[in-house]
């Protein structure tokens, strides 16, 4: 990890300590503890980070940003995770081929965004948060999946909006501009789905054990770990 996101992790951490130290001194008063020598450096250690976090904010204000861009990245990347899952899962067991087809192709787009993604990560110095295949919710109801993956690419399209807001770097904007179009795009082919499926009651026969297409790669990584 380069020094800049080192130090900027190293502030986020202190913040957090910060705050215990505090909510401990309070507890010292509220119940009457007089440990002076405790109470002293405790004052010195929220003094001292004060400072450290005053004079990081000022030394190191792009390493900051990169750090939340990071953080950012990361946060899209689950999103791009569950839908490389769900959707090759339920393309796999889609009876229907017009369904089977475009979840197919969601799935190898929400790939490339994670690609992307991962890459961008990389290139600020950083390393990717891999979600593993977690538990996931298994839907029966073919309507009730759409709907629910529906949402998901709304919440794609707000947090792509939201990072353009935030962070200025032309390469992220492209980045999530780029996205975000593929986004929307699978949220009208989704709506259309919706209105197919709403009057046909079709449901998926779950299996629980399931292989990701072999196609996958995300060089020394293994993001179909069981996690
Ligand atoms: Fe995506
Ligand atoms: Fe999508």
């Given amino acids: 990890m380069p020094f800049k996101m080192s130090i900027a992790s190293l502030k986020e951490t202190l913040e957090v300590e910060k705050e215990l130290i505090k909510s401990t001194l309070e507890q010292m008063e509220s119940e009457n503890i007089h440990e002076t020598a405790v109470k002293n450096l405790l004052s010195k250690l929220q003094t001292d980070i004060t400072s450290f976090v005053t004079k990081i904010k000022a030394d190191f204000e792009d390493g900051l940003k990169e750090y939340d861009m990071v953080k950012y990245l990361n946060n899209m990347l689950k999103l791009e995770y569950k839908g490389i899952f769900d959707y090759n899962y339920y393309a796999s067991l889609a009876t229907d081929k017009e369904l089977a087809d ?126």
């Fill in 102 to 227: 475009r979840l197919r192709e969601f799935g190898a787009v929400e790939i490339q965004h994670a690609q992307m993604i991962i890459d961008k990560i990389r290139a600020l110095g950083a390393k990717p948060k891999i979600p593993g295949a977690a538990k996931r919710a298994k839907y029966t109801d073919v309507l009730e999946m759409l709907k629910e993956h529906a949402a998901a690419e709304k919440e794609a399209i707000e947090l792509c909006e939201e990072g353009v807001k935030i962070f200025t770097d032309p390469e992220f904007q492209w980045l999530l501009g780029t996205i975000r179009v593929d986004e929307i795009s699978h949220q009208r082919v989704i709506k259309e789905l919706v209105k197919k499926f709403e009057n046909v009651q079709m449901v998926f026969k779950i299996q629980e054990k399931y292989n990701p297409p072999k196609e996958i790669n995300f060089k020394s990584d293994e993001p179909w770990t069981e996690g």
